[in-house]
């Protein structure tokens, strides 16, 4: 123990001792959460959502078939209670649901207005207004139609409730795309080039003859960083709650536990690629470019998953962000527990150990 708290030591003074280093560590994060842009969005299709028809009249089905004839949305007809629905929202089954209340139709032809409500998850804001907007679009092609036919004018008033984030604030969507983002992209390069460092340097020999574990010498390199990131995640959790306004229902405990759990993950990540590699510039170049992209396109924070053709949807499981993402929206917004993110820790469990098993092996104890 004594020798692998002297290797830990010797990665801290690496660390304090490279300005870009630090710069890294903590300006990136703090320039991301600060500037970090409005979270895009592509044109929205086929997304799961759940219509209550309670009405079950001539009016109710006629936008029924046009919600199923459009190609924005997949509906399932269920009459759900209000507490079936907020628990389908929870589980992430759908992303909206349509309320069709008793004698919809008979309010429109007698009183010439009708409401209907819309539930809506804002966890992602910018999703949440856009399929609200082609709700509302089909419901006033249906009023225009009546009103066509009849020259009275008739009403239908959409009732919008936006669940998790009623004003639409842009941060609930990109402060935990942000710390996926940030802390994947900082462990993994970070790490990356810790044990290629040693190689060019010409101090892997010295590793080599030492009698230390291998596998020792491989976590001593990933601890001071495991620490710098957790300083990361807590700066970065600051700016979020006190300066963006962000807000935070779910157990903090909870949150810096998977977040741990997901740091050791990308830390992993760049070990492996450490190992693999014999050159920093390589090994910087596969940690910008094999991970940055990939985390933006396919973490699901900046372009929804569901709209992208199925080989990507399948490749994207392999991205340790986009389960982070998950479930960091699933505490800090949606105030969840952790038998709602056992999937997804689980996942994140299985890609650790796999990738600690492989840099392991991958590790050379000869010098080539």
Not at 37 to 60: M, P, Q, R
Not at 300 to 313: A, S
Request: charged content about 15%; aromatic content about 10%; glycine content about 4%.
């Amino acid at each position: 123990m004594k020798q692998f708290l002297t290797f830990v030591k010797k990665e801290f003074f690496h660390v304090f001792r490279d300005n870009k280093t630090l710069l890294m560590l903590f300006g990136i994060p703090i320039v991301q959460i600060t500037l970090f842009g409005f979270a895009l969005t592509n044109e929205i299709k086929n997304t799961e959502i759940v219509v209550c028809d309670y009405a079950k009249d001539a009016a109710s089905k006629r936008i029924i078939n046009a919600l199923e004839a459009s190609k924005n949305f997949e509906v399932t007809k269920a009459n759900l209670n209000h507490h079936q629905i907020e628990t389908s929202f929870k589980t992430g089954k759908i992303k909206l649901a349509i309320v069709f209340p008793n004698n919809f139709n008979k309010e429109l032809l007698h009183l010439k207005k009708a409401q209907l409500q819309i539930i809506a998850d804002a966890s992602d804001p910018n999703t949440a207004t856009t399929l609200t907007n082609y709700v509302s679009n089909i419901v006033m092609n249906y009023q225009l139609e009546l009103i066509q036919n009849n020259p009275i004018p008739y009403q239908i008033t959409p009732e919008v409730r936006m669940l998790y984030n009623p004003e639409l604030k842009g941060a609930t969507n990109f402060v935990p795309g942000v710390m996926a983002l940030v802390l994947m992209l900082v462990c993994v390069l970070m790490t990356s080039v810790s044990i290629v460092r040693e190689k060019e340097k010409g101090t892997m020999e010295v590793l080599l003859v030492s009698p230390f574990n291998p596998f020792l010498v491989i976590i001593s390199k990933a601890v001071p960083y495991f620490v710098l990131s957790l300083v990361n995640l807590t700066i970065i959790l600051l700016l979020s709650v006190f300066l963006l306004d962000m807000p935070f229902n779910g157990s903090i405990i909870l949150l810096f536990t998977v977040s741990s759990l997901f740091i050791i993950t990308s830390l992993s990540l760049g070990l492996m690629i450490s190992n693999i590699t014999n050159s920093e510039q390589s090994a910087m170049l596969i940690s910008l470019m094999g991970m940055l992209i990939p985390t933006l396109l396919l973490a699901g924070f900046m372009f929804p998953i569901e709209n992208m053709p199925k080989p990507l949807q399948f490749f994207s499981n392999i991205i340790p962000a986009k389960w982070y993402y998950i479930i960091v929206k699933s505490i800090m917004i949606k105030g969840l527990g952790f038998s709602s993110i056992i999937k997804e820790t689980l996942i994140l469990i299985a890609m650790t150990i796999f990738l600690l098993l492989v840099s392991l092996k991958k590790f050379k104890i000869r010098l080539e």
